[in-house]
């Protein structure tokens, strides 16, 4: 298994990437830009816009796009990591490379619930959060970035535990529903003292995924108030039509779709929310390692799915896992505007598909051709060893 250490960032390297085709900013409001040169300096975006109105010398890294796609690295906004890019779930190595294969730069953990032996007791479980926490810190295999750390809250669990976690630099709670606390007045206590330290939630939404969750039901999402809607159409098992309404309606928090979720629920709720006007609401996640495995390609395909089934145009299915996520998880990436980290993916047609360009290909169902990740201004891979390949590939040329 590859040890790889938090990258160092160059201060003064500077990234130029030319000759783009097509530039998807990640913003719901204006998803496209009129732009075909970007460029970098020490790991983050500087300025975008025409070739000849942007400085482009001194560049270290020189990217020819070749007429390929920019997009804002996809952000996986759940998934349970355990030790490394081992996940004993499936005892699988190399998932998370292998999903950076599938143009993911942010993993978002809602747990390490697949842990073995994961304790249960309030010492051990905010021992093993701050662990998580400082260890996928540290561990970047390729670059991804992995905001891990995230404890199963437990009813023994007081305010002052919460203050502890924050302290200690955790961010994030895990899926409130897959440890102990299963109804609504506990889990609002609680999720109230992760806000008001600084810590951001997540609930498990629909019927049991693993042995010792539970149901919970719209009654229970809605009183605990968290901060996601964890995988409103259930990880598996999605809640009934009127319950995923009743979410959407009663409450203004984020709603997370799966690709290890219903996908007739996850349509619903992208028609629901489209009719509230509120699709920024919406933000896109695996729910992997799971019991079906794990999904490289999983931020993809959802993208595909919703774009092509749910009659979403494709350059607004891109949002809902960049710029969505960004915004509701409050990351510095996933949007192309000048500050941001320059986490970026190039990405073209599939060779052979019915659509004739990125747009048509994915509204029509297609995957996408991964050919180049970038990371902090740093090319990372080329060719996707897993996704088909792209009829325009990126290129090198300098650096």
Known sequence: MAHDATPTLDPNAKLVIRNIGLLLSGDLNRPILDADTLVAVGGRITA?????????????????????ALAPGLIDSHVHPVAGDWTPRQNQLGWIDSTLNGGVTTMISAGEVHTPGRPRDVVGLKAMAIFAQRAFTAFRPGGMKIHAGAPVIEPDMVESDFKDLAEAGVRLLGEVGLGGVKDGPTAKRMVGWARKYGIQSTIHTGGPSIPGSGLIDSAVVLEADTDVVGHINGGHTALPDREIRCICEGCGRGLELVHNGNERAALYTLRIAREMGQLDRVILGTDGPAGSGVQPLGILRMIAMLSSIGDLPAEQAFCLGTGNTAR???????????????????LDRAQHSAGRNLLECVQLG???????VIIDGVPRIGRSRNTPPADKMPEVVAG
């Open 328 to 346: 509701m998880r409050a990351l510095d990436c996933g949007l192309i505007e000048e500050g941001r980290a320059a986490d970026l993916v190039l």
């Open 366 to 372: 297609d995957l996408p051709g991964v050919g180049m």
């Open 48 to 68: 975008i816009g025409r070739a000849k109105d942007v400085d482009q010398e001194g560049a270290t890294t020189i990217v020819d796009a070749r007429g390929s």
